[in-house]
């Protein structure tokens, strides 16, 4: 499975972009998307996660801001953020945790390259 991130930007507070997430390969593995933010000198933080079959979660500090979305072809994956604030800086990331059933059943997780999103105060 590969995955293109993209979407990010600048963006004043209170301002609000869309990411997507994009797979290629063996899709039809992915179970669920998770989005990751990693701020300048933090480690990456899990704040919004969607299945296969469409639930979803959410990190309180993004909860009420931030929706996460597919479309109908479970190909393409959205995080829409709305009232970003600057502490929402960070590049952002999603994954696929997929599971591959075969001789052996093999799970993994892919990542995509990340997305630059900045907030201006």
């Known amino acids: 499975v590969q995955l293109q991130a993209s979407g990010g930007g600048l963006v004043q507070a209170g301002g609000s972009l869309r990411l997507s997430c994009t797979a290629s390969?063996?899709?039809?593995?992915?179970?669920?998307i998770e989005w990751y933010l990693q701020a300048p000198g933090k480690q990456r933080e899990l704040i919004a996660s969607?299945?296969?079959?469409?639930?979803?979660n959410y990190a309180d500090s993004v909860k009420g801001r931030f929706t996460v979305s597919m479309n109908n072809a479970k190909d393409t994956w959205y995080l829409q953020m709305n009232s970003l604030k600057p502490e929402d800086t960070a590049v952002y990331y999603c994954?696929?945790?997929?599971?591959?059933?075969?001789?052996?059943?093999?799970?993994?997780?892919?990542w995509g390259q990340g997305t630059q999103v900045t907030v201006s105060s």
């Open positions: 969607i299945t296969s079959g469409g639930s979803t």
């Open positions: 994954a696929a945790d997929t599971t591959l059933y075969g001789d052996e059943i093999v799970v993994a997780r892919y």
């Open positions: 390969g063996k899709i039809k593995s992915i179970n669920a």
